[in-house]
């Protein structure tokens, strides 16, 4: 048995109990992303955080050519000191985000999903305000791409775009 075969073999053997539970790729054919990619017009960002959050939802989920769900969020974000030095300086932050979002069925206005996602991440400050401030702003950004990410996550799990 040649070496490919083995590995196809040993996929097969993995994949098999998958089958039989029903489970299906979400992002293949009839599963849960099937019916969200282009549907959900998101509401304006009105702020440089909400409009990175908007971004990457666009990048997950596609732009809406004929909306079937308008999805509206709330985003909050703030900073605490972690670490300080002898001189009471702080040089090291965290950066915490908290996301309400509810994702409304445009039809009959029907709440297909609502909730609350939480994420943390950080920075560290430097003698340098320019590091510190270039710091402080991708940190913003990745807390954002982590909670976007995680509301697609959320949205594919409840398979909120099924009941079309």
Partial sequence: MSSSDRRAFFLTLA?????GCGFRPAYGPGGAAEGLRGAIRIQAPETREEF?????????????????????FTLQTREQGLSITGQQEITRYNVIGRLDFRLVRVRDE?????GTLDAFTGYSASASPVATLSAQQDAHERLVVILADRLVTRLLAVGAGRST
Avoid: K
Wanted: glycine share 6%; proline share 10%.
């Fill in 52 to 72: 990175h959050l908007v971004g990457q939802l666009e990048r997950r989920l596609g732009r809406p050519e004929v909306p079937l769900y308008d999805l509206a």
């Fill in 110 to 114: 029907r709440i297909m999903a609502s």
């Fill in 15 to 19: 994949l098999l109990p998958l089958a």
